[in-house]
């Protein structure tokens, strides 16, 4: 029989003023195995630690619970006082009676009815526990970062920095992301390139980087510590070692109609390219959808003008596989579609353009070459309105819902150097809040108001209607004056909503990292662990966990390296001791659970057995508890029930659901 | 409950609209093509069903110049639909007061010959109970 | 193709040529359209409070009439085809809507939104296809700059008559194409004529259908084709740029070689 | 024996996997999205752990409905075992509506960690439709009843 010792804790008034938690620890005395109870105020503060230590001496306790706030939150750290006051740690169990019961109810005696039997189930699992032994498991000390641009490259640097070897694996031809398309960055217009260049040489020359350009992430398997990745580097169609990256190829090439990603598909570039001059491998590819000698076998213009014999049209996609101890996701978003929101004309008139788009334009190697002017005749705009929370704030299933935070700041900018560098032009604003929230954010702001004189309309635009003559008339509310204005502008910018990169939930789901309903990657906790996935040893980088600006997303970016550096320092992980275990004894041999096991961990071998008296030899399954990771598949999938999970026993459970149902 | 509070409620329950979604942005007044012949503004509706100021809106215009032409309602990034809420404040006018907003004997002098039956069905509809 | 065919009381009356030049070329497509027995004015402008239940049956009633013959629904009218497809959904989606039609309704078997609705633009694009349309064309309209206009009750709320892009819409561009004429595209095709408020304030749907007309002939229209009786009417009393309004099916009938025929039906009834 | 005088309190099992819906229930807890004290929730590692014969015993000892949570098809921390579990789920349930026990009194619904939202909503619509169908009066081991 267990001596159980049930504390219940107050938590403040989180718990106690809908709980009456004096009543749930006397009722838990009245359970089976139950020789101490108390509550206080906090159970997780040093004092309250210090009451269960003296308990768990003084009483000899064998087994406790805790009655407090989720295990999620501080199953841990009971553990681990248990532990110190010599009690084994998985002869702890928590009874959540705050997450799921005194937050969620009002009424008290409902809420203090709940408490008791949550507590009751939990008493009635630590019956039957047992103690276990965490294993231990080595660390392989390489990273590897999945995105190259300006998150992916900071958390690579930095953890090169601290010694370790870091892979970046980045899935256009070149590095640098997001940051290399922008023209100025807000809130000091620094030049983009000027201050991402340096920082993507410092990446390619560091020498624990490696970076893999054009290529992508495969299959993971494995655990913390330990996984395995493939990642495919697909066919450059170019010898990396030969080119000199003169750029010869791409000037010949007689095929430039392939739309340039870089620019947003607003110019074009020849089908063997980099996406721009810095890039970084500085190795052009192939577009093979483009290439005249890939779609007719004939041209071949690019492989004559190169003086280093670097084309290889005969190249195939090569897979490598390596072995990292933490992943990092760093892959970072694009604009939404517009195609559902054509009441803004996008698709209707190239003179409305979205924000990413204008950045090119605005840029001298976009395809205006830096020039305002209008993309449908060329002619430089004198009126240009801007449209804020293009499909962001939205509630039904055409946006998203949440705020894209970057977007008030880039259309300050915007308009601000549009004003700078063409005092002539007006510039108007259609907006439903301004957010700037952030250092010198408001007085950027401001600055555009009051010294550019942007002119700021509070309300937002129902309809652009492109007219005969070229021109877009805007109509729009200005919801201050209680009035529908209808203005006539050169140029439409749409400040569009920002997602994740679609291929997120591909990696996401190699990684087992949960994502939520926008696509963003969740972190471990919302507020305390904010650049960890829930799953152990995968860390999260820039807009893949939410929307980020640039200082917000470098700053993650070190956060994410820093946890990612923690890990490589160990050199063992104690791994989770609730694995599945084999009753041989039970074992018919028929394999079915290894068949549902999605870590390889079970095998079958040759046992003698007793089996009441008679001894044989039997094929039975044996778990290796290293790389078991307890999900309890097979203990369901096992048609003779040999099977069983540790710390989730089926006798636990079920003592839990008789519990709750009595 | 206040006579004004319970036609509030009836008219969030006829239209089926919560207008608390509502985040003030102005598109419904931006897409309206009624909007200056309004007094009180599509997105200023949205407010008086929520402050459950009723007397104005029913005594409002507004309520008869509304086209139902959904613009509103398939622009409206927040789900609201204020053409939903205005046809429901109508309702409570033509079905509580009796007030029908057309009369029968000045149907006959709207007429001309190539009037489609549909205006007028329409018309009944939206006008009178 | 065998449908049944719902075309509503404006077109017995008014727009007698929009049914007729729509039976004449379904007929010349090989399209069968039934009409349902004893069909009921659909009302024209569909309920919108959640506790209509009593103006929504005469809708119910069609839509049960063509599952009964397990035959699709075709509509004519613009109107109609709003009112009885957002009926339809009703009845489909919304528990208490379903349940107390029924009551009313006492059928053998209850109605669920079984019946699908199809407006005859969609079956000509759906169940023909434009292409095969084009082929069936004996005279072609070529050389007609035509714009569309939609009008509101086609495509908005998008998400229930799911009939086209609500902002871009392109079903009536394609139909123009496949008649071999130009369609012109003119921001102002989804804006409203002003409907049933012209009955009363006849200056606010002047306006509208003004700005509508100026665009059209700015973007170089030569003429409107519609599918709705009524914007036909406010259209037509516009008084600024006025370019000839007409039915959709009379350039199909046109199209397909049997307009003049229908033509002194119509003109002799 | 029918307990016409005695308000019906149900008792219902929310077995939900730790690293999707369990945190959900956590997130619904902490964002204060209220649902029915009705609902207990125990805690499996995954969701393929929850073996047919949790279920039965519930029932079995008097609960009203059973409703399991996991993570989204996909999206599973164990990379398949929501898949078994929705396999086995299914046989399951057909075999307790062949029992008598109406499908309403099952379910099995996929919440994610940020899915504070669709947790709460899940279980006040779960909740209800339990109320709805009143006491489960069948498989239930009437020693379990006084």
């Known amino acids: 029989m267990q001596r159980i010792g049930v504390f219940v804790c107050h938590c403040g008034s989180n718990i106690a003023a809908t709980v009456d938690v004096s009543k749930v620890a006397e009722m838990a005395l009245m359970e089976p195995g139950v020789v101490h109870a108390e509550d206080y105020q906090y159970m997780c503060s040093e004092a309250g630690q210090a009451k269960i230590a003296a308990a768990i001496q003084e009483k000899g306790l064998t087994g406790i619970v805790v009655c407090s706030c989720s295990p999620r939150m501080h199953e841990t ?14 002869m702890v169990e928590i009874a959540n009676i705050r997450e799921h019961c005194s937050w969620i109810h009002k009424d008290m005696e409902e809420a203090t009815k709940k408490a008791v039997i949550l507590m009751r189930a939990a008493v009635a699992k630590v019956n039957l526990n047992t103690p276990l032994q965490a294993g231990e498991s080595r660390v392989t000390k390489r990273a590897l970062v999945i995105g190259g641009g300006i998150a992916g490259i900071q958390t690579a640097l930095d953890i090169a920095d601290a010694g370790y070897e870091v892979d970046i694996v980045e899935k256009t031809p070149s590095i640098g992301g997001r940051m290399s398309q922008l023209d100025k960055t807000f809130p000091t217009l620094d030049c983009s390139a000027c201050i991402l260049t340096p920082k993507m040489v410092e990446a390619s020359a560091h020498e624990k980087i490696t970076i893999y350009t054009y290529s992508e992430v495969e299959k993971v398997s494995g655990f913390v510590g330990d996984f395995t990745v493939d990642i495919r580097k697909k066919a450059r169609s170019v010898d990396m070692n030969k080119c000199t990256g003169c750029g010869v190829c791409q000037e010949k090439c007689p095929s430039k109609k392939a739309p340039s990603e870089f620019n947003r598909g607003l110019n074009t570039r020849s089908a063997i390219y980099t996406p721009f001059a810095q890039a970084i491998p500085n190795v052009p590819v192939i577009d093979r959808e483009a290439c005249i000698k890939f779609k007719t076998g004939k041209c071949g213009i690019c492989s004559k003008v190169c003086q280093a014999g670097a084309i290889d049209y005969e190249q195939k996609d090569e897979i490598i596989t390596e072995k990292y101890g933490a992943i990092v996701v760093a892959t970072g978003f694009d604009t939404i579609n517009l195609e559902k929101y054509d009441e803004y004309a996008y698709s209707q008139s190239k003179d409305v353009i979205t924000s990413l788009e204008l950045e090119r334009v605005m840029n001298a190697a976009g395809p205006t070459h830096g020039h305002l002017e209008r993309l449908s005749d060329g002619k430089a705009p004198k009126e240009i309105v801007f449209i804020q929370c293009v499909g962001s704030r939205c509630a039904d299933d055409r946006g998203k819902p949440y705020c894209s935070k970057i977007c008030c700041m880039y259309t300050a900018k915007h308009a601000m150097l549009i004003r700078d560098k063409y005092p002539d032009v007006n510039v108007t604003v259609f907006y439903i809040d301004v957010r700037t929230p952030g250092k010198n954010f408001d007085e950027f702001y401001r600055r555009a108001v009051e010294q550019y004189g942007v002119n700021y309309i509070k309300g937002q635009v129902g309809k652009v209607i492109p007219q005969p003559d070229g021109k877009l008339l805007v109509q729009g509310s200005d919801l201050l004056d209680n009035r529908q204005i209808l203005k006539e502008a050169d140029m439409v910018v749409l400040a ?86 084999a009753d041989i004894l039970l074992c018919n041999g028929c394999s079915t659970c290894e068949n549902v096991c999605p870590y390889g961990a079970i095998t079958y071998e040759d046992k003698e057995v007793n089996d009441h008296g008679i001894r044989e030899t039997r094929r039975v399954a044996v778990v290796n508890n290293a790389l078991c990771q307890g999900c309890g598949a097979c203990t369901v999938a096992c048609p003779s029930g040999a099977m069983d999970l540790q710390g989730f026993s089926n006798r636990q459970i079920l003592a839990e659901v008789d519990a709750i149902c009595r | 409950m206040s006579s004004e509070k319970k036609q509030a409620e009836m008219i969030k329950e006829i239209s089926g609209v919560n207008p608390l979604k ?91 010959p190539e009037l489609p039956q549909q205006l007028l069905v329409s018309a009944f509809r939206r006008y009178r109970r | ?47 919108l409070g959640s506790d209509e239940i009593a103006t929504k049956l005469s809708s119910v009633r069609a839509l049960n009439a063509a599952k009964e013959k397990d035959q699709s629904l075709v509509t004519m009218c613009s109107a109609c085809h709003h009112v009885i497809k957002r009926v339809n959904d009703d009845m489909k989606n919304v528990e208490d809507i379903r349940t107390r039609a029924n009551n009313y309704m006492e059928l053998d078997e209850p109605y669920a939104g079984e019946t699908e609705v199809l407006h005859f633009l969609e079956v000509l694009r759906d169940k023909v296809g434009f292409d095969e349309l084009k082929k069936k064309v004996t005279n072609p309209l070529t050389g007609k700059k035509i714009g569309a206009y939609y009008g509101c009750l086609l495509l908005r709320p998008s998400k229930l008559l799911s009939f086209d892009d609500p902002e871009n819409p392109r079903i009536i561009e394609d139909f123009i194409r496949a008649i071999g004429a130009e369609p012109v595209i003119y921001p102002y095709r989804n804006e409203c004529c002003g409907g049933y408020i012209s009955l009363k304030e006849k200056e606010m749907s002047k306006n509208m259908c003004e700005k509508i007309m100026a665009s059209a002939e700015g973007f170089g229209a030569e003429m409107l084709i519609t599918a709705c009786p009524l914007c036909l009417y406010n259209l037509n009393k516009s008084t600024g740029a006025s370019l000839p309004v007409v039915y959709f099916t009379e350039l199909l009938a046109e199209a397909l070689g049997v307009k003049d025929e229908v033509k002194k039906e119509v003109q002799a009834s | 024996m029918p307990l016409e005088n005695k308000e019906f309190k149900p008792k219902i099992v929310a077995f939900c996997c730790n690293w999707c819906s369990y945190a959900g229930a956590d997130l619904a807890g902490s964002s204060r999205l209220t649902y029915p004290a009705d609902v207990k929730i125990i805690r499996v590692p995954c969701s393929c752990r929850v073996n047919p014969m949790f279920i039965l015993r519930a029932f079995e000892k008097g609960a009203d409905g059973v409703i399991m949570c996991g993570c989204h098809p996909g999206d599973c921390h164990y990379s398949t075992g929501n898949y078994y579990a929705r396999r086995r789920m299914t046989l399951l349930f057909s075999m307790l509506d062949y029992l008598g026990v109406e499908n309403g009194r099952t379910r099995v619904e996929w919440v994610s960690a940020a899915e504070g939202v669709k947790f709460s909503e899940t279980m006040n619509s779960f909740v209800e439709k339990i109320y709805s169908l009143g006491e489960n009066v069948r498989l239930g081991d009437l020693r379990c009843k006084s």
């Open chain 1, 77 to 90: 750290t009971f553990r681990k006082a248990a532990e110190r006051a010599g009690l084994n740690p998985y």
């Open chain 1, 496 to 581: 569009t909503a920002i997602e994740p990169n679609p291929d997120v939930r591909k990696i996401a789901t190699m990684l087992t990292a949960s994502i939520d309903t926008n696509n963003f990657l969740t972190e471990a906790h919302a507020k305390l662990r904010p650049v960890e996935s829930p799953t152990a040893g995968i860390f999260l980088s820039g807009v893949c966990q939410g929307p980020k600006d640039i200082p917000e997303t470098v700053a993650q970016a070190g956060a994410a390296a820093v946890k990612a550096i923690g890990l490589l320092a160990k050199d063992k992980l104690m791994t989770n001791p609730c694995t599945a275990q």
């Open chain 2, 22 to 112: 509502c985040m003030k942005c102005g598109k419904c007044s931006a897409t309206c093509p009624s909007y200056n012949e309004m007094d009180i503004k599509p997105h200023q509706f949205v407010s008086y069903v929520i402050n459950e100021d009723i007397e104005s809106l029913v005594d409002s215009k507004s309520l008869w110049k509304c086209l139902s032409c959904f613009a509103c309602v398939e622009r409206c990034p927040r789900d609201v639909k204020p053409g939903k809420l205005i046809d429901a404040a109508r309702q409570v006018v033509v079905r509580q007061r009796s007030q029908d907003y057309l009369k029968a004997d000045e149907i006959p002098e709207l007429l001309d």
């Open chain 3, 1 to 47: 193709m065998k449908y049944s065919y719902y075309p509503g009381c404006t077109l017995r009356t008014k727009a007698k040529d929009l049914d007729a030049y729509a039976r004449a070329s379904a007929e010349a497509l090989g399209i069968e359209l039934i009409e349902v027995e004893d069909w009921q004015c659909c009302g024209g402008v569909y309920p």
